[in-house]
């Protein structure tokens, strides 16, 4: 059996009771702009359904993530090799002790009835049903739910849902408010079922967005936006104001600049730092190979350095002034260098200047 059209022209609750009383089973797609969603029903009875990414394998994970405490190195391998058959999922859960039968049969009942209940809010789209023999890939097999409950329970969460919508939106974020007490129940012992506000009010810490919050927890949007209703009325949380939420978002993205632009510059400068020590290598070793080579072999000859230092020691104005003392007092040309200095005329500083630190002269 084939059966499609609009949403205004036949509304989904009326969809639902055809089905039921037909009793199909198959899978009824819905679409609406680029959202997709779709219910499985069996024998008249809804075993499955899916909006997008809220589906029950997704809200499945985040269960035993959140919930169970497990870990996603665990979980990956299980659900990456049962992508397609939820039904061999839900086995391999119960197998591998991840959790019990009726642990599987709550949290899915719970999942499939908010996800079927929210699809009954469309007022546009298009619909389509197609007959199967068997829904097993795509339906737990633990849940059954009547379409005459799922539609009775859309149709009270309706005006609620429109009211919610007008004060928490998905772009506020929520933080504890002042003075507010938290849950003393361990993540591993809260009862989603019976106190879901439990467990949203631990994942408010005034960062998280509501839009977040819905795709990363393992409660479907209706239940998030009821529990954050709850809590406000409790007042135990409080909306962080929007102009606050963009200053932080502000701050760590200038932050994120600034770190980048930090990481830059030190490359950039690590850089140069490298050319310039290449730079004074190559010097060094061209020195040192080229131009050392040809250099006066007399300038590491301590004796031929002294003889000319002697020499150019003579013409020096020192060497020239005590010629002419000696001349004055002694007589003579006054040349001889030792004569002069045993006069006291002359040192061998003034002579040979001094050493260096390898005993060079200059």
């Known amino acids: 059996m084939v059966l499609n059209g609009t949403l205004k022209e036949f509304i989904l609750a009326d969809v639902f009771n055809l089905l039921t009383q ?51 190195e665990q979980l990956s391998p299980i659900f990456s090799a049962n992508t397609d058959d939820l039904s061999a999922l839900s086995s391999a859960l119960l197998e591998r002790n991840l959790l019990t039968a009726a642990e599987l049969k709550g949290f899915a009942g719970s999942c499939i009835e908010d996800i079927c209940c929210s699809l009954l809010t469309w007022n546009e789209g298009t619909y389509r049903f197609n007959s199967v023999g068997s829904v097993s890939t795509i339906a737990c097999g633990v849940v059954t739910i009547s379409a005459e409950n799922i539609i009775m329970e859309g149709m009270r969460r309706v005006d609620e849902w429109a009211r919610m919508r007008d004060y928490i939106t998905e772009d506020m974020v929520f933080a504890p408010a002042p003075n507010s007490v938290g849950s003393d129940i361990p993540p591993g012992e809260i009862d989603i079922a019976a106190a879901p506000e439990e467990y949203v ?76 020590a290449a730079a004074f290598v190559i010097f060094f070793v061209f020195c040192r190979l080229v131009l050392l080579p040809k250099l006066d072999p007399g300038t590491y000859d301590r004796a031929v350095v002294e003889q000319r230092l002697r020499s150019e020691a003579s013409q020096s104005d020192a060497v020239h002034g005590a010629s002419l003392l000696y001349r004055t007092v002694n007589g003579g040309d006054g040349k001889d260098e030792e004569a002069l200095k045993r006069a006291g005329l002359l040192t061998d500083r003034d002579l040979l200047g001094k050493a260096d630190i390898y005993g060079r002269i200059f």
Not at 32 to 41: C, H, W
Not at 58 to 72: A, E, H, M, P
Request: hydrophobic share 40%; proline share 0%.
């Open 201 to 276: 009010f631990g994942l408010l810490d005034g960062n998280n967005t509501v839009k977040s919050i819905k795709k990363s927890c393992c409660l479907c949007e209706y239940k998030v936006y009821e529990s954050l209703n709850f809590l406000l009325q409790a007042q135990r949380i409080t909306a962080v104001q929007q102009h606050y939420s963009e200053s932080i978002r502000a701050a760590l993205a200038r932050k994120e600049a600034e770190v980048a632009s930090v990481l830059r510059t030190t490359h950039i400068g690590s850089l140069v730092a490298a050319g310039v």
């Open 22 to 72: 037909q009793r199909i089973t198959g899978r009824l797609d819905l679409a609406s702009g680029k959202r997709e969603a779709m219910i499985v029903f069996k024998e008249g009875f809804i075993v499955g359904g899916a909006d997008g990414e809220e589906s029950l394998a997704n809200k499945l994970f985040n269960y035993l993530i959140d919930i169970k405490r497990k870990t996603s």
